[in-house]
């Protein structure tokens, strides 16, 4: 099975840039977590806490979009080494108002601009492979595996990390980790100028360039997204509902950690085969796959039953997200490839914090089955947005998407 990751990773610059680029998105599972632990131990005070991580997701999904079209525009080193230098820097000031214990208005300030300049890792790596696997675009797709479970790993191990650091050494101990990671991630991922994608030379011609939104494909993708992020968000809350009312409050970790498990190994299993199904129809039976697993939420009775049916339904994750992200590079330009994929994780992004709004108060009124109901409710809704654009998407993906040209010049 690994044979097929071995493969992309021998590709000149492959390995350097995905090791890099995982530290440099390792932030993005620990900052939410570790200014909450920290707002509760000086503020003491949960309603700050979330309203300071709110504060920053919305700032990194307005900007995230934003940052990636400048990048597919003038580079990545271009603009992100300025950006990711002011998110380091943000991330220190945040820490510092913290020990200071800063007016509240300070803290916020902080925690926007950090969240504004964070942009999309994950697009810019994703947007390497996609140069270095030019010559055999067969492997594109295992090597968008490869990141999803890097992914799910990164969300697994980052809020452990951030749970024991800040509870032995000091709540902020998580966010002085994200801020070397930045920092040192981001120098590593960005010093690397051969797997840099090259910027679109003819720049008016980049720049009169229409979103990436105008595309109809793309909307539906995004609406889906939106669908998916939220049933995570209500699932993190639901879970955590769930494990308190059966007296076991401390696994709700584990049991989110074992859904992004199943996601990890489905990721891997899922990369290191080639599918002769269409791109559009892996995609349709992914989502529907999703639901359909979510659903049994409702059937647990206990922690044994809701982890074994997590863990399932955590397979479906990362193929799905896989999918996704092969569709925008078959229906978006080279040169806005960053573009696409950062709405993809700006839409997730936002679903996360649609999901985790709706389902708190269904929780407060009828426990965390009012949770579950929500998640099972964004689910089919997911599933309706897929089917009612699906034969858009359909021919997104079987039109010729890239040319000779275009590939020179990504």
Same mark, same amino acid.
């Given at each position: ?18 090791? /890099? ?29 979330? $309203? ?71 697009? $810019? ?41 800040? /509870? ?7 966010? &002085? ?6 920092? &040192? ?35 539906? $993708? ?32 584990? $049991? ?9 190994? /489905? ?144």
């Amino acid at each position: 099975m690994f044979s097929a990751y071995s493969q992309i990773l021998k590709i000149p610059g492959a390995a350097r840039f995905s090791l /890099a680029g995982a530290v440099l998105r390792t932030p993005m599972s620990m900052m939410g977590i570790s200014t909450i632990l920290s707002v509760k131990a000086i503020y003491g005070n949960y309603t700050i806490a979330g $309203l300071l991580t709110a504060s920053s997701i919305v700032a990194a999904a307005i900007t995230a979009p934003i940052l990636a079209r400048l990048v597919d525009q003038h580079g990545q080193l271009r603009t992100m080494g300025p950006s990711l230098t002011v998110c380091g820097i943000s991330v220190i000031a945040l820490i510092t108002c913290f020990f200071l214990a800063a007016p509240l208005w300070v803290v916020f300030i902080f925690s926007i601009i950090s969240g504004a300049t964070s942009g999309s890792p994950g697009a $810019l790596v994703r947007s390497r492979w996609l140069k270095v696997t030019a010559s055999s675009p067969t492997h594109l797709p295992t090597a968008y595996a490869l990141e999803s479970a890097i992914d799910e790993l990164i969300y697994i191990v980052g809020p452990i990390l951030a749970t024991i650091l800040g /509870a032995s050494i000091h709540p902020t101990t998580g966010l &002085v980790l994200s801020a070397l990671c930045t920092s &040192v991630g981001g120098y590593a991922f960005l010093s690397q100028r051969s797997t840099e994608p090259t910027p679109m030379t003819h720049t008016d011609e980049h720049t009169s360039a229409p979103s990436v939104l105008r595309d109809p494909a793309v909307i539906v $993708l995004v609406l889906t997204y939106i669908g998916a992020g939220a049933l995570f968000g209500a699932n993190d809350v639901s879970v955590i509902a769930f494990a308190e009312e059966q007296g076991a409050p401390a696994y709700s970790g584990i $049991l989110l950690a074992v859904f992004a498990l199943g996601s990890l190994c /489905a990721a891997l299993i899922y990369g290191s085969r080639t599918w002769l199904h269409p791109l559009w129809k892996l995609f349709a039976v992914g989502v529907f796959a999703l639901a359909l697993g979510v659903t049994t939420f409702l059937c647990a009775n206990n922690l044994w039953v809701l982890g074994t049916v997590m863990l399932i339904s955590g397979l479906t994750c990362a193929p799905t997200l896989t999918n996704v992200n092969m569709i925008i590079t078959k229906i978006v330009r080279p040169q806005q490839l960053t573009e696409g994929l950062a709405w993809m994780s700006t839409s997730l992004t936002l679903g996360v914090s649609l999901g985790s709004a709706v389902a708190g108060p269904a929780i407060d009124s009828s426990s965390s089955y009012g949770g579950f109901i929500v998640m099972v409710i964004f689910a089919w809704i997911m599933v309706a947005v897929m089917l009612a654009g699906l034969s858009r998407l359909r021919r997104g993906v079987e039109k010729p998407a890239m040319h000779p040209s275009d590939l020179l010049d990504a």
